[in-house]
Structures are given as structure tokens and as C-alpha cells.
């Protein structure tokens, strides 16, 4: 059987979950904020909704390629599929900590409380990128 057949569910999940990534990350994120009447307060409030069920979703991808990966009967831990695991780490240490301390930063902002400089967006941004590079090179490994 083909790889691009036998892995058919996880190289579909992919390019979701890149779809997914890219069009939250990196266009929703800093567009709401140029509707007109979101304020910084909305505009925060609604990008804590978003990236907590595109956390969510994003848990949920990673879960169905696991699956696939787990009942296509190889083995799941191989070099191959070390640029899976990347966006796995990826994900864990966003759920974990960035999320977390982005929420945390966006609370303060809502209620107009000093919030210390911080450099948790840059962190995230290169997380979302490295994320997706690696999840692109590991369909390319699908497919082979």
C-alpha cells in the first residue's frame, strides 16, 4: 500500500492543522484589531477564545495522525516521524506554559493593570512557525 494511501487520515489532518495555524496565528490575530470599534480589551478577549479552542482543536489533530501513524502497524517513534514530534513538543509547551502566561498577560490588559514587557508573543510566533514548517516537511515524509 501507497504511503500517500495508508496515510491518507494523517496527511489530510496535516494540511488542516496547518490551515488551521495559519489562518489563526498568523492572520486573525493581528487582523481583529483593525475592525473597526474592537478595542484592545474586546480584541484580547476574543483572541483568548480563539487560540483556546485552536489549542483544543489542535489536540485533536495530533490525536487523529497518532491514530493513524499508530494503526498503519509501524513504528510510531522513528526518524521519519521526528518532524511530528517537534510540533508535538511544540504543542505541550504552548497548552503548558505560553498559552497560560498569554492569558494570564491578556487578564491584566482587560483590566487595565500594568503588565511588565514581555517577549511570550515573539516566543509563540517562532513556536507557530517552527510548528508548521515541521508539520509540512513531516507530510512530505508521508507521502514517500
Known amino acids: 500500500m501507497s504511503g500517500a494511501l495508508k496515510y491518507s487520515l494523517a496527511i489530510s489532518t496535516v494540511y488542516l492543522?496547518?490551515?488551521?495555524?495559519?489562518?489563526?496565528?498568523?492572520?486573525?490575530a493581528w487582523l481583529k484589531f483593525r475592525a473597526p470599534g474592537v478595542t484592545l480589551p474586546i480584541g484580547l478577549g476574543i483572541g483568548r477564545l480563539v487560540f483556546s479552542a485552536l489549542n483544543k482543536v489542535e489536540w485533536v489533530f495530533a490525536i487523529a495522525i497518532i491514530f493513524n501513524l499508530w494503526f498503519s502497524k509501524e513504528t510510531l517513534f522513528t526518524l521519519n516521524n521526528l518532524a511530528f514530534f517537534m510540533p508535538l513538543v511544540i504543542l505541550t509547551l504552548q497548552t503548558l506554559y505560553l498559552l497560560p502566561a498569554l492569558d494570564a498577560r491578556a487578564e491584566q490588559h482587560i483590566h487595565q493593570q500594568a503588565v511588565a514587557p514581555s517577549y511570550l508573543h515573539f516566543y509563540y510566533v517562532g513556536a507557530e512557525i517552527v510548528k508548521v514548517t515541521c508539520l509540512f516537511?513531516?507530510?512530505?515524509?508521508?507521502?514517500?
Do not use: H, R, T, Y
Open 137 to 144: 516537511i513531516f507530510s512530505l515524509k508521508l507521502f514517500k
Open 17 to 28: 492543522w496547518i490551515g488551521f495555524v495559519c489562518a489563526i496565528s498568523f492572520m486573525e
